[in-house]
């Protein structure tokens, strides 16, 4: 496994890789990596020849009273799980040599999605999905990937990077690979070693509510307010839990929907104590396929 | 020369060229055109195997009440010019098959240098270079050129689109040819085509005032405020020309600068009736060199 730390290492490597006829997958991470994010290297061990892991902390992505200098980093124990996994090359940049210096980043380019951004998390977390399609956008161009494989834990975030992938032409596969959980159903995230044990403990509460829409959905329930109101009733009893929103939406647009009837994605976002948490669901509509989702540029 | 409508069967022709290891240079253009874009697709011939000539008139980048409905539209004549200048693809998309049906456009991508791109043209011209950026980037995307042709005469699209390529790491060189001009030296431009003959005798006038700058210039004037004032009292002598403005700016930043001892930018848009111009000269600063102009993403 190599680890290249400039832009132009890694382009190098990447097209060496393409002139050789394989198929390259890239896995985007910002490290501090679990189970999830290893499930996404499976996926892309199974479909590609070459994985390429990126770990960078994106300062882009975080608001200024966000978590980013204390965002969990784990780069020795990343690199030693991402080398017995099979990867073969992982990409760690610097933030200046992804986005030079500091005095220069007030005439940068920055990619949007407008209409998808500003919704759920982005009315919480104004700039982070700006932060996140610039940096993916550089990193696909960097390794210029056939494949690239991104969690459905981020609902919002994969929703929006099929959108740019396809609005801008990106000669790249988006793969969304399934949400990994804990045993108690706690979906894996890096911020989870933020929780105290009684906050951890809590914490399955996120799932129990998607859960229980996903119950009365399975058992005939088709209006989205009814559904949207039983899961927020969940997060309600959990006394250490306190919710940002938990809403029924449509699975592009990411706009509110009325009825179930063609499919939705529930998704919410719950703060315990100081650490945000994010997960959902998707309900199926009538006649609709459960399996993996790929969408092409 | 083949015709291509379809992003489809312009991925998969450009895609066969590079797999035959052939040089792939990009002329990205709105038709219409005149010696200055044959002047690129002869230093594209110059420095690539094949030329793609993108014709496309991208209504991203107009304003609500600017010029496209308008703009010259001379696609027969334009694709005889191209084929006699060795041109092996030309690139027409439909709008529709460039940004999907009108109704999906309000959750589109965009590609944005905000910094670059609220000055000079943008303040006329709000949105603009955000159309430009989105639209180039597609087109490299689509195309994946090695090389792509820009001329000095949309000086600051010249500078914006090197500053994007760098910033989102997009492998092409750009390449800025230098402005063709008449013989009174108006710079040329499809929008010339709409100037009344007394207008297009005026019109001279924005070559021969940043030819008085450059005069003063080489005569030792390094005041940017001196050099704009003369500049601009040329264009006010000049009964059927309307100033937009005259301002000396940094060749990166754009930002305006007291002296040109570190070389400048003259910049200029005018008025002539319903028509606006845009024309350039770069000063340049002691020990700098004159020749062409190549930057690398």
Same mark, same amino acid.
């Given at each position: 496994?190599?680890?290249?730390?400039?832009?132009?290492?890694?382009?190098? #490597?990447?097209?060496?890789?393409?002139?050789?006829?394989?198929?390259?997958?890239?896995?985007?991470?910002?490290?501090?990596?679990? !189970?999830?994010?290893?499930?996404?290297?499976? $996926?892309?061990?199974?479909?590609?020849?070459?994985?390429?892991?990126?770990?960078?902390?994106?300062?882009?992505?975080?608001?200024?009273?966000? *978590?980013?200098?204390?965002?969990?980093?784990?780069?020795?124990? *990343?690199?030693?799980?991402?080398?017995?996994?099979?990867?073969?090359?992982?990409?760690?940049?610097?933030?200046?040599?992804?986005?030079?210096?500091?005095?220069?980043?007030?005439?940068?380019?920055?990619?949007?999605?407008?209409?998808? $951004?500003?919704?759920?998390?982005?009315?919480?977390?104004?700039?982070?999905?700006?932060?996140?399609?610039?940096?993916?956008?550089?990193?696909?161009?960097?390794? #210029?990937? *056939?494949? #690239?494989?991104?969690?459905?834990? !981020?609902?919002?975030?994969?929703?929006?990077?099929?959108?740019?992938?396809?609005?801008?032409?990106?000669?790249?596969?988006?793969?969304?690979?399934?949400?990994?959980?804990?045993?108690?159903?706690?979906?894996?995230?890096?911020?989870?070693?933020?929780?105290?044990?009684?906050?951890?403990?809590?914490?399955?509460?996120?799932?129990?509510?998607?859960?229980?829409?996903?119950?009365?959905?399975?058992?005939?329930?088709? !209006?989205?307010?009814?559904?949207?109101?039983?899961?927020?009733?969940?997060?309600?009893?959990?006394?250490?839990?306190?919710? !940002?929103?938990?809403?029924?939406?449509? +699975?592009?647009?990411? *706009?509110?929907?009325?009825?179930?009837?063609?499919?939705?994605?529930?998704?919410?976002?719950?703060?315990?104590?100081?650490?945000?948490?994010?997960?959902?669901?998707?309900?199926?509509?009538?006649?609709? $396929?459960?399996?993996? +989702?790929?969408?092409?540029?």
């Amino acid at each position: 496994m190599r680890t290249l730390r400039s832009v132009a290492e890694a382009q190098t #490597a990447c097209a060496h890789a393409r002139a050789e006829g394989k198929r390259l997958g890239l896995v985007p991470t910002m490290g501090a990596l679990h !189970d999830g994010h290893l499930s996404l290297v499976r $996926s892309a061990r199974a479909q590609c020849d070459v994985v390429a892991v990126s770990i960078f902390v994106n300062p882009l992505q975080f608001g200024p009273n966000e *978590d980013f200098t204390r965002y969990p980093r784990t780069f020795e124990q *990343d690199c030693g799980r991402l080398e017995a996994s099979g990867v073969g090359l992982v990409f760690a940049p610097s933030p200046e040599e992804m986005y030079g210096p500091p005095e220069q980043r007030a005439t940068s380019t920055f990619v949007e999605v407008p209409g998808l $951004s500003d919704k759920l998390e982005g009315r919480t977390r104004p700039g982070h999905f700006r932060g996140v399609t610039t940096v993916v956008s550089k990193l696909f161009h960097i390794i #210029a990937p *056939d494949f #690239a494989f991104f969690g459905q834990k !981020d609902a919002q975030q994969a929703v929006i990077i099929q959108r740019m992938v396809r609005d801008l032409n990106l000669p790249v596969r988006v793969v969304v690979c399934p949400i990994v959980r804990e045993a108690d159903g706690l979906a894996m995230s890096s911020r989870n070693v933020f929780l105290e044990p009684p906050q951890r403990r809590a914490a399955a509460v996120l799932h129990r509510a998607l859960m229980r829409v996903q119950t009365l959905a399975d058992t005939g329930e088709r !209006d989205a307010a009814k559904l949207a109101a039983a899961g927020r009733q969940v997060i309600a009893e959990e006394p250490l839990a306190h919710l !940002d929103y938990l809403e029924v939406v449509d +699975r592009e647009t990411l *706009d509110p929907v009325d009825t179930i009837c063609r499919g939705a994605l529930v998704v919410t976002a719950v703060y315990l104590g100081g650490t945000r948490l994010i997960d959902n669901v998707l309900l199926h509509g009538v006649g609709q $396929s459960q399996g993996p +989702r790929m969408s092409e540029g």
